[in-house]
């Protein structure tokens, strides 16, 4: 499986992006995508994640009510929508992937076996 984020960019603070993360060769409704972040010497952080076919989708505390995922299965694209951004979102974001995790899983970044680039934001007036 290969996947391929894109959609960073500069933005003011309270203001919006919407990153994409194409996933190519999935094969199984039991796949799950994350989003995870890392700002200059910090380590990796998690954003969000959900499994393909069905199920909740989890978020990190920090972007809760502020960050939400959803998918195109047509395009086999999964979407990061962040509105309310604030400095401390910058960033650069990946999204990762791998199959048949468990929600209490899915925020661990070493579960992970598929990663993308990374694509950067940066918030900032």
């Known amino acids: 499986v290969q996947l391929q984020a894109s959609g960073g960019g500069l933005v003011q603070p309270g203001g919006y992006l919407r990153l994409s993360c194409v996933v190519s060769?999935?094969?199984?409704?039991?796949?799950?995508v994350g989003w995870f972040r890392q700002a200059p010497g910090k380590e990796r952080e998690f954003v969000a994640a959900f499994r393909w076919g069905a199920g909740s989708t989890i978020y990190g505390g920090s972007v809760k009510g502020r960050f939400s995922m959803s998918k195109d299965n047509v395009k086999n694209t999964v979407y990061l929508q962040m509105n309310s951004l604030k400095p401390e979102d910058t960033a650069v974001y990946y999204c990762a992937g791998a199959d048949r995790l468990i929600i209490s899983s899915m925020n661990n970044e070493r579960n992970y076996n598929d990663w993308g680039q990374g694509t950067q934001v940066t918030v900032s007036s």
């Open positions: 060769g999935r094969t199984s409704n039991s796949y799950a």
